[in-house]
């Protein structure tokens, strides 16, 4: 009897221990991007945030995505990467809302350029893909970069749906995914090189967040069965 009532306990510790595992996994990712989130809200000031820093997670994530239809790994991940996708909109809808409204005088810019009755928006009319390059990912609207995120995926998903068969591919993809996520502090070292400060970034972000090596490591596990 008691070893029935011990096993009983130790099967449910085990499965206690799975699910806080589980979930670290899954939201372990977005916790050092909390307190810079309140810190945006609190300042005002988005300046110290490096917005490519969400580019980048953007793109690994999606990436990662559909890796999986060309090889599968745990679903955790996949629920991870989709969490990561939809925090990532969130710091971007702050940090637009935020300095849109600081930089009142800033010219509006847009990914898709449309004639506007809006003095303030001098854009004149063009096709679809036909915008600045040199003010890529610095746009005015939210929903501008919720256009940019589709247009890539979309392309992507299209791409791997036609070389969905070929393992380089399947593996380049993979590969693609992990370089991006590992490249994850170079926006926002370049950001504190343009500023010349680390104002507004939180120390916890560098600290908190999963080490590159760690990260590589458990991405080659999954991507190349290392």
């Known amino acids: 009897m008691e070893d029935e009532l011990f096993d009983q306990i130790v099967t449910a510790l085990n499965k206690l221990v799975s699910w806080v595992a589980a979930g670290a996994m899954v ?3 977005v916790v050092p991007y909390i307190p810079q989130y309140r810190d945006i809200r609190r300042t005002q000031n988005a300046e110290g ?14 990436l990662r995505i ?6 599968y790994f745990e679903t955790l991940l996949l629920w991870q990467s989709i969490i990561m996708i939809a925090t990532m909109l969130i710091m971007l809808n702050l940090c637009t809302n935020v300095r849109m409204t600081t930089e009142l005088n800033t ?7 449309t004639d ?3 003095e303030e928006v001098r854009i004149p009319k063009r096709l679809f893909l036909d915008f600045d390059w040199n003010h890529f990912w610095s746009w005015s609207r939210f929903v501008d970069y919720v256009q940019c995120v589709l247009a890539f995926t979309l392309v992507a998903a299209y791409i791997t749906y036609l ?6 591919f399947v593996e380049t993809l993979g590969f693609l995914a992990v ?10 070292l370049y950001c504190n090189y343009q500023n010349k400060s680390t104002e507004g970034m939180r120390y916890r972000f560098s600290t908190e967040h999963p080490s590159f090596v760690t990260l590589i490591l458990t991405e080659n596990s999954i991507y190349f069965g290392l």
Do not use: H, W
Not at 107 to 113: E, P
Not at 179 to 188: D, I
């Open 107 to 113: 010219k509006r810019r847009s990914f898709i350029a």
């Open 27 to 29: 939201f372990g990712g």
């Open 179 to 188: 370089f991006a996520e590992a490249m994850l502090g170079t926006p926002q």
């Open 163 to 168: 070389l969905l068969d070929s393992a380089l």
């Open 49 to 62: 945030f490096s917005t490519y820093v969400c580019l980048v997670l953007l793109v690994a994530n999606i």
């Open 66 to 71: 559909l890796f999986r239809f060309g090889r």
């Open 116 to 118: 506007s009755k809006d």
